[in-house]
Structure formats: C-alpha cells, structure tokens
C-alpha cells in the first residue's frame, strides 16, 4: 500500500536536545512539506521540498531543519534553538504539477519536551 | 498575515441536520480551494476541493459553494452524522503553489 509514514508517533525531548522526525513516502510524489498543528492555530508550514537535494523555508523555519538526499525520504530535525517545539507534526507530500494540488498526509508525529 | 481564516473555532450540530464551515480568504490569486478533514492523532484526510472556475461542487453528503466576489467558500454536509465529527480545515493555493490553510473548525455532531 502506497502511503506517507512518519515515526515515531510519539516522542519525547529534553530540553537542549535535538531531535530528527523521520518522514518516508512510496508515492513517487515530486514535493514533500513539514506542517506543525497547535491549537487554534492551523497547519503552519515549516519546510518543504520540490526535488532532491533542494529545499525552501517556510513561515515557521527558524529553529528547525531539513534534509531531502533521496525523494522518498524527507527528515525533520527540531534543534535545541527551537523556543517552543511541543506540538503536533505533519509530513505531507503530492505529484508536481498535481492536478488537483492536494496533499496526502502522514499520521503525524505528537513531539513534547519534558 | 493570514490569508485563510476559519471565523469558527468550533460547531456543534444534531445528527441528521446541515453543518455549515465556512472560511474566508483574502489573496485574490488563489485559484483551488480544499476541504480536509482530521481526527485526533491523524493526518488530516482530503474530503472535497473547487476550482475558481466554478461556484460549486458536490460529492455525496458534502458540498462546497465558492463566492469569489466575497472571497468566501463553504462546505455543507447533508445529513451530518456523528462520524463526521472531527476538525475540517480549509486550504487553497495561488496557481499550483503550497496550500495555505485556515486555522480549522471543530465540528461536533450530537446523536
């Protein structure tokens, strides 16, 4: 079955640490995105990536980076200068030119800082 | 700068009624507009989209209506059933660009 996986799902940070949100997709999809949900805030987009080896930063990029070496695989690190990483992390990726511009979804990854 | 807005944090509804999301948008440019839907712990899940070509779409229980003019679309959901509460978010894109989402509305429907 074709699909986005994201691992863990849940994961636990002290604080200064850095942490990598793993990201895998077997769609053949062109671009992959990072999104972080909190509460009442949306989907704010933090990285993404139209072809290997290239990147843009989004709304929310500092404290965080990325790395796309291979185009299944689009990792997360949340560094210890992001100021407030607890949140809900969403991996998302579709075909480019893509018809209809959506975007499938991973399961997400639930990041808290204990 | 929030390009899509979600004026509803939240909606509740009884089962059988019409649920109404309705979200507004404010960049002139965006020409696709999407419905999500996700439960708690998930990924959210594509549900319908419309063109700006046209004023509305329907997919079964779920409709969306776009009025350009007023920078305004709305997704109906008839009837609404007790599985279809969840979050549903709106988002649109400006020519094939990344989607810009609205900051979600969590609708409950009571049985």
């Known amino acids: 079955d074709g699909g986005i996986t994201q691992s863990p799902k849940y994961l636990f940070r002290k604080e200064g640490q850095n942490v990598t949100l793993s990201c895998e997709q077997n769609?053949?999809?062109?671009?992959m995105y990072w999104y972080r949900q909190d509460p009442g805030q949306g989907l704010r987009l933090i990285y993404y990536?139209?072809?290997?080896?290239?990147?843009q930063k989004g709304d929310i990029a500092e404290g965080y980076s990325v790395s796309r070496e291979k185009k299944e695989s689009f990792p997360l690190t949340v560094t210890s200068a992001q100021k407030n990483p607890t949140a809900f992390y969403l991996c998302?990726?579709?075909?480019?030119?893509?018809?209809?511009?959506?975007?499938?979804f991973g399961s997400g990854t639930r990041l808290t800082v204990v | 700068d929030q390009q899509v807005k979600q004026n509803s944090p939240s909606l509740s509804v009884q089962e059988g009624r019409i649920s109404i999301l309705n979200c507004d948008y404010t960049?002139?440019?965006?020409?696709?507009f999407l419905w999500y839907k996700k439960y708690p712990a998930e990924g959210p899940t594509f549900l319908i989209s419309?063109?700006?070509?046209?004023d509305k779409n329907e997919d079964g229980r779920f409709t969306v209506f776009l009025n350009k003019s007023a920078k305004h679309l709305s997704l109906h959901i008839v009837p609404s059933q007790p599985g279809d509460s969840a979050v549903y978010f709106c988002?649109?894109?400006?020519?094939?660009?990344?989607?810009?989402f609205g900051e979600g509305t969590q609708l409950t429907v009571n049985p």
């Open positions: 769609l053949n999809h062109d671009a």
């Open positions: 988002a649109a894109s400006d020519r094939g660009s990344r989607l810009t």
């Open positions: 998302a990726s579709r075909i480019l030119p893509g018809a209809s511009y959506g975007y499938t």
């Open positions: 990536s139209q072809i290997v080896n290239d990147f």
């Open positions: 419309i063109s700006s070509i046209k």
């Open positions: 960049n002139s440019m965006f020409d696709y």
